[in-house]
Each structure stands twice: as structure tokens, then as C-alpha cells.
T-cell receptor, first 114, second 114 residues
Framework: SQTIHQWPATLVQPVGSPLSLECTVE??????LYWYRQAAGRGLQLLFY??????ISSEVPQNLSASRPQDRQFILSSKKLLLSDSGFYLC?????????????FGPGTRLTVL | GNSVTQMEGPVTLSEEAFLTINCTYT??????LFWYVQYPGEGLQLLLK?????DKGSNKGFEATYRKETTSFHLEKGSVQVSDSAVYFC?????????????FGAGTRLFVKA
């Protein structure tokens, strides 16, 4: 069966520090991978998605970046965190190109920038 | 572009009350429609889906019917329980050659009182 892991589960970082959040998927090949941010009491904002190794599409210009060094690994990074980067970060995966398939979400990382 | 609009929350109900959460969408093609649920501190999980007009998705007593004529996908449950307290997200997806993205509504928080 497929599983998705995210770590760390919680993170408190000072403003200006770097960030690296990791997401890995097991039990599937060539998934589409996604990073979302959910601010407190708000909906989901798509940050990045990837349809293959090294292929990254950015949805919102900001100080975050994403990389996909392996088929089932997706990393969210920042060189210098801002207060506004606080939120709940969710990784998700799906398969197929047709608009029929659900997305499977990880447990999330709660990031607090102080 | 594609969008999803759902009723603002929070919605507060007593146990065994009838639930309706409204969702309408705009899309250029023929999207698939989804309801996801997010329990406190967790990622999202699929609740139900419908892939074409007049389809009814159902799961755990929840139902939603894909209404193309009114571009709606309202979520209903005949008798809610305290354990249904969560945030509910309506979503749509359309395939495209670059993979596919899911557009999420802002979410509706449901509180069910015993």
C-alpha cells in the first residue's frame, strides 16, 4: 500500500533562518507531487507541483523553492524565512494525468516563524 | 480560470441534525469534483468524489451530487455525529498535459455539539 511521510511534524524557526521540509512517498512510481500551505483558519494554497524528477512548477512567487531529487522525494526549502511563512505545510501525491484521481495527503508540518 | 466557492463557516450543529455545506464551481471543461475532510492536526483525506454530471458520491453517510446545470456539488448528511467535527473542503480537478492540479475551496469548519 502507498504511504506518504513528512518531517518534521513541527518546527519553530527564527526569522531569517533557512528551511528544509522533506516529503517521501512509498508504494507508487512516478507520482505527481504537490506542496500546499494552509495558513491559520484559511484554505489550501498550492505552492509547487512536480510531474517528474527535476520538474518543478511554481504557483506563487515567494521566497520558497522546491526540488525533486528522486522520483518519490519532494523537498521544500527557503534560504531566509519570513514571519509570513508560518503555517501548516502539506505534501500530497497523485497518479495519472487525467482529472479523475484524488490526491493523498501527508500528515503535515506545522511551521512557526518567530 | 477554474474556481471553487463554498459556504463560510463555522457551521455549528447539534448531534443528529441535518447537514448541508454548499459548494459551487466554475470550470472551463468537465472537471471531477471532490469533498475532502481534515480532522484537527491532520492532513486532508478524500471523503467522496464524482467524475461526471449527475454522479452521486457517497461515503460514511455523506452524499454529494454533481449538478452541471447549477455548477454545484453540495455536501449533505442526514444525521451528524460529534466525530464529524472537522473542516470540509470542496475541490475540483481538470486534467492537462502538465499533470493536473486540484483547486480547493476555502474550507468550511463544522462543529457538532453533543
Amino acid at each position: 500500500s502507498q504511504t506518504i511521510h513528512q518531517w518534521p511534524a513541527t518546527l519553530v524557526q527564527p526569522v531569517g533562518s533557512p528551511l528544509s521540509l522533506e516529503c517521501t512517498v512509498e508504494g507508487t512510481s512516478n507520482p505527481n507531487l504537490y506542496w500546499y500551505r494552509q495558513a491559520a483558519g484559511r484554505g489550501l494554497q498550492l505552492l509547487f507541483y512536480s510531474v517528474g524528477i527535476g520538474q518543478i512548477s511554481s504557483e506563487v512567487p515567494q521566497n520558497l523553492s522546491a526540488s525533486r531529487p528522486q522520483d518519490r522525494q519532494f523537498i521544500l526549502s527557503s534560504k531566509k524565512l519570513l514571519l509570513s511563512d508560518s503555517g501548516f505545510y502539506l505534501c500530497a501525491w497523485s497518479v495519472g494525468l487525467a482529472g479523475l484521481n484524488e490526491q493523498f495527503f501527508g500528515p503535515g508540518t506545522r511551521l512557526t516563524v518567530l | 480560470g477554474n474556481s471553487v466557492t463554498q459556504m463560510e463557516g463555522p457551521v455549528t450543529l447539534s448531534e443528529e441534525a441535518f447537514l448541508t455545506i454548499n459548494c459551487t464551481y466554475t470550470a472551463t471543461g468537465y472537471p471531477s469534483l471532490f469533498w475532502y475532510v481534515q480532522y484537527p492536526g491532520e492532513g486532508l483525506q478524500l471523503l467522496l468524489k464524482a467524475t461526471k454530471a449527475d454522479d452521486k458520491g457517497s461515503n460514511k453517510g455523506f452524499e454529494a451530487t454533481y449538478r452541471k446545470e447549477t455548477t454545484s456539488f453540495h455536501l449533505e448528511k442526514g444525521s451528524v455525529q460529534v466525530s464529524d467535527s472537522a473542516v470540509y473542503f470542496c475541490a475540483l480537478s481538470e486534467g492537462n498535459t502538465g499533470g493536473f492540479k486540484t483547486i480547493f475551496g476555502a474550507g468550511t469548519r463544522l462543529f457538532v455539539k453533543a
